[in-house]
């Protein structure tokens, strides 16, 4: 039985945002401190800083298809608490070891990938439980919530991790990250217990389950294309989250303050992308929408390395901003559809295919990013994946959603989730 917004659902969901808030915020900080603890602390090279990069997110094509399955199987209050305290005692290891004087890159690498794994379980289950406390009439609205919150901590957090780092070095700064997790799995251990399909016993083999839920959302009209530009948009994510660090703190000689505050400014071009997004959504349409959130990202990924001397920062700035609120919308407006055009017992593998597919390209792009920024540097590199961000909108313009006003106008026929067959054209 699922609760609604009144009485227990609006305690389960605030609670639920909350724990939420508290990790965002301490992950917010991480993503700071750990590539200074990388550069400044262990002199990584730019390979080195691709890999750690690479590997905060790799499990996602190590176990993002399973996890659906395996979420689906487990009580998702379980399986999120259980993830946060993995998360704690990973990064907690850092701080510890580098009192002891045995810290090394290879245990950064190693933390993010235990870190990445506890992510996809984490995620999935998280983004399970979601619609179980929200009615189907909020959910638009609570996913620019969540992405708005999303984007304070990411505004916010980095400009205080810079600030820590500065003051406290940057790995016991790290320490925030952990503690952030304990305190997301003391809420979240408060929250009335789910589960999302049926117990083991009960299930269809797991490679079957993991076959339908990937045909269902490949052969969906909607989905699969939405999933595609999600995947482009990410590729390009996964080289920045290497090269930036790279790109401020080796090119242009930044502080760790105020690298910190530079690179805070992704959250306010996410901030106010989901502020706008429902207004921008029901004037304009969802369909519509998309495609226009897809060329925006491309604009901004095109601006951040044109800048040269003091004219860099400025540019850095203003791209990030674009960017971040062109894919605040396609992630906004494309898991809404997800929730509600998911059969319930389909959402679980429905996000973990989602995220296989399209997480799985932010290591791939790290790796790649590292590659080139170590032959070319990481400006050249940030041009490369500037193009490659063209790839989002074209999944979009070759797909029927160029043709809609509003992704829920495609009819898709019924039975489409148990058989499987490829809908007909849009009428």
Do not use: K
């Not at 990445?116 to 983004?127: C, E, Q, R, T, Y």
């Not at 530009?229 to 790109?247: R, S």
């Amino acid at each position: 039985m699922e609760c609604t917004e009144s009485g227990a659902g609006m305690t389960a969901f605030w609670r639920w945002w909350t724990a939420g808030a508290v990790s965002s915020a301490g992950t917010a900080v991480s993503a700071v401190a750990l590539p200074l603890t990388a550069l400044t602390v262990l002199d990584a090279t730019p390979v080195e800083m691709g890999l750690i990069a690479a590997a905060s997110y790799v499990a996602w094509l190590l176990i993002g298809m399973p996890a659906g399955v395996i979420v689906q199987r487990l009580p998702l209050r379980a399986a999120q608490v259980g993830a946060d305290l993995v998360r704690a005692a990973a990064v907690a290891s850092i701080p510890v070891c580098w009192y002891f004087g045995v810290l090394t890159v290879a245990q950064l690498i190693a933390v993010a990938l235990l870190v990445s794994l506890a992510n996809v379980i984490f995620v999935v289950a998280n983004a399970t439980f979601f619609p179980m406390i929200v009615p189907p009439e909020r959910l638009h609205a609570r996913n620019s919530l969540t992405s708005a919150t999303e984007a304070s901590t990411q505004l916010g957090g980095p400009s205080v991790g810079g600030l820590l780092v500065q003051a406290l070095g940057p790995v016991p700064t790290l320490l925030v990250d952990a503690v952030s997790y304990l305190a997301s799995a003391a809420m979240l251990r408060t929250l009335p217990p789910r589960r999302a399909g049926a117990p083991d016993a009960a299930a269809p083999p797991m490679r079957a389950m993991i076959r339908e839920g990937w045909r269902f959302v490949t052969r969906h009209p909607i989905m699969g294309p939405g999933m595609w530009t999600a995947t482009a948009v990410n590729f390009v994510c996964g080289a920045q989250l290497a090269l930036f660090p790279l790109y401020l703190v080796r090119d242009l000689h930044t502080p760790p303050g105020w690298a910190g505050a530079l690179l805070a400014v992704e959250g306010a071009g996410t901030l106010v992308g989901a502020a706008l997004t429902p207004r921008f959504t029901a004037r304009a349409g969802t369909a519509r929408a998309l495609v226009v959130a897809a060329f925006v990202a491309l604009l901004g990924a095109m601006i951040i390395p044109v800048g040269t001397a003091g004219a860099a920062y400025a540019t850095f700035v203003l791209g990030n901003v674009v960017f971040a609120g062109g894919v605040v919308v396609l992630s906004v407006t494309t898991r809404t559809y997800r929730q509600l055009a998911s059969p319930p017992e389909l959402l679980p593998r429905v996000v973990a295919t989602v995220r296989f597919v399209s997480w799985g390209a932010i290591p791939v792009g790290g790796v790649l990013a590292g590659l080139i920024a170590d032959a070319a540097g990481a400006r050249v590199a940030l041009f490369a994946f500037a193009a490659a961000t063209a790839l989002a909108p074209l999944a979009l313009l070759r797909s029927p959603i160029r043709r809609l006003r509003d992704l829920d106008d495609y009819r898709v026929p019924d039975g489409f989730a148990l058989s499987g067959a490829r809908p007909a054209t849009v009428p």
